[in-house]
């Protein structure tokens, strides 16, 4: 039993340590919308009015393998691209939107997220 129970603290603490080094959920750490840089403030205007997008892999699914937003089924987020000044390519930063209206907002393609508070 002793091995068990120490077996649970040490995963435990793993676990812990894991959300600590890679953000967490992105439940903890929000923006309200007056925040975001107005590039992403217009990706947002978009999404709410169903488009029309600039980029063909605007709306495509957003699987999670990071497991950084919260755990959903397949096919509950939709990505979309928020344009950065002076990239050529559609860049790093994104608006992920979840089926239920939620809105997280990622600057550094998916290492990190910002639930959008309205």
């Known amino acids: 039993m002793r091995d068990g ?13 894991a959300f600590a080094f890679f953000g967490g959920p992105a439940e903890s750490d929000g923006i309200a919308v007056a925040d975001l840089p107005p590039e992403a403030r217009e990706t947002l205007a978009l999404i709410r009015r169903g488009g029309p997008f600039p980029y063909d892999r605007d709306g495509v699914v957003f699987n999670n393998f990071e497991k950084r937003l919260p755990i959903q089924p397949r096919g509950y987020y939709r990505e979309y691209t928020v344009n950065t000044p002076g990239r050529k390519d559609r860049g790093p930063r994104r608006i992920i939107a ?21």
């Open 98 to 118: 979840g089926r239920d209206r939620e809105y997280y907002y990622t600057a550094d393609h998916y290492q990190s997220f910002r639930r959008i508070r309205e």
């Open 5 to 17: 129970l120490r077996f649970l603290v040490v995963l435990l603490l793993v676990i812990g340590s």
